[in-house]
């Protein structure tokens, strides 16, 4: 079959611009955005960008879902902290310029009673010198006790650590000084009153403080004290010293757990 020589020509230009024009860059190379939305992975996908040769997800943050999300290296991703209220972030953070940040900065971001501490609210303190208690009362670590008489000691609270009634280095000396403070006592008798913080059900609580009081108890005996001179009971966290909350910072929930000395 005789073919003019014009036409063949034609054909194989035509021919091998379709093979040129199906053969685009291999995915993820690009020099278009469609060469990108084209493939067989852009097509699967929402979006492609061709950003310097590759195609990527996103060029600018505006090409992402949402004020939530930024474009890092040409990938949407979440915000580190991003909010639109209280209710997004945790614990007891809130939502400021759309981000989580601590729930206080000073004390006047905290409600009547409560101290902005290490960016939380917590109890205030009961007292922080003798003058914040009654006449017949001495502030010791926070709370106000009945003084004692000038010139005789006073009996230290002891603490614990969260959930334990392990004693620690410096409950054993608190401990010491209500031994010696106790021989100063004639005929009196010692309540060792056990306190929890508010985690935990109550019956946990009366339990552990039962066993925080029982530590005292016998490390009291050790010292020589003698077991009719002491008494133990469990309050749990029925007289809390602070008020915390169960989602509290545990820098107010450690004066709770407590062993206090209650003379008779």
Not at 9 to 20: D, Q
Request: hydrophobic residues 20%; proline residues 3%; contains cysteine.
């Amino acid at each position: 079959m005789y073919l003019d020589k014009h036409w063949l020509f034609a054909l194989v230009a035509t021919v091998g611009f379709l093979g040129v024009a199906g053969c685009g860059p291999e995915y993820p190379k690009c020099n278009t955005n469609e060469d990108c939305r084209q493939s067989d992975e852009g097509q699967s996908q929402e979006r492609l960008y061709c950003v310097d040769g590759r195609c990527q997800e996103c060029r600018k943050d505006g090409d992402c879902d949402g004020p939530g999300q930024r474009c890092n290296d040409g990938v949407c991703e979440a915000i580190p902290g991003y909010c639109e209220g209280d209710a997004d972030c945790s614990g007891s953070q809130v939502c400021r310029d759309n981000r989580c940040g601590p729930e206080c900065r000073s004390d006047d971001e905290c409600s009547e009673g409560q101290v902005c501490e290490g960016g939380e609210c917590v109890a205030d303190q009961e007292c922080t010198t003798d003058a914040d208690c009654a006449s017949n009362e001495a502030c010791q670590d926070g709370e106000c006790i009945i003084a004692e008489p000038a010139g005789t000691c006073n009996f230290k609270t002891v603490y614990f650590p969260f959930d334990s009634s392990e004693l620690t280095d410096e409950a054993r000396d608190k401990i010491q000084n209500n031994a010696d403070c106790l021989e100063q006592k004639d005929e009196r008798t010692i309540e060792l009153a056990g306190h929890c913080d508010e985690r935990g059900t109550n019956e946990y609580n009366i339990a552990l403080g039962r066993r925080r009081a029982q530590s005292v108890y016998e490390y009291m005996q050790s010292l020589g004290v003698d077991s009719s001179d002491l008494e133990t009971i469990s309050y749990g966290e029925e007289r809390l010293a602070r008020q915390c909350g169960v989602d509290g910072p545990d820098r107010c929930h450690e004066k709770n757990r407590r062993v206090k000395f209650n003379l008779q």
